[in-house]
Nanobody
């Protein structure tokens, strides 16, 4: 079935950059939605960014201008480029995907709408 594997997590200093990767397999649907969510200790899971089949993206307000989604269709990989990182960005980041949905549904950036999840990648930003 569908498998998602994140990589690229690590520790960086405030103001630094990091790029997360999500390698997807068994995911060949006509319409799909892929996104990133994060969860910090003691906090609820929150949406980071999502991308729909046609390339439409949406970002949480605090990430706009700093985080960027991109795709490499050749190897079915989704990337999350994170720049100007802040200590409050420290969290476990999860790649997620779902299929046969519409644009608005995807752009809602709601975790319960996603069926498939990766194992997570830890991102730690020091001040």
């Amino acid at each position: 079935q569908v498998h998602l594997v994140e990589s690229g997590g690590g520790s960086v200093q405030a103001g630094g950059s990091l790029r997360l990767s999500c390698a997807a397999s068994g995911f060949t649907y006509t319409n799909y939605c892929m996104g990133w969510f994060r969860q910090a200790p003691g906090k609820e899971r929150e949406g980071v960014a999502a991308i729909f089949t046609d390339g439409t993206t949406n970002y949480a307000d605090s990430m706009k201008g700093r985080f960027t989604l991109s795709q490499d269709n050749a190897d079915n990989t989704l990337y999350l480029q994170m720049n100007s990182l802040k200590p409050e960005d420290t969290a476990m980041y999860y790649c997620a995907a779902t299929a046969e949905v519409w644009r608005g549904y995807c752009m809602g950036l709601i975790s319960r709408r996603y069926k498939y999840w990766g194992q997570g990648a830890q991102v730690t930003v020091s001040s």
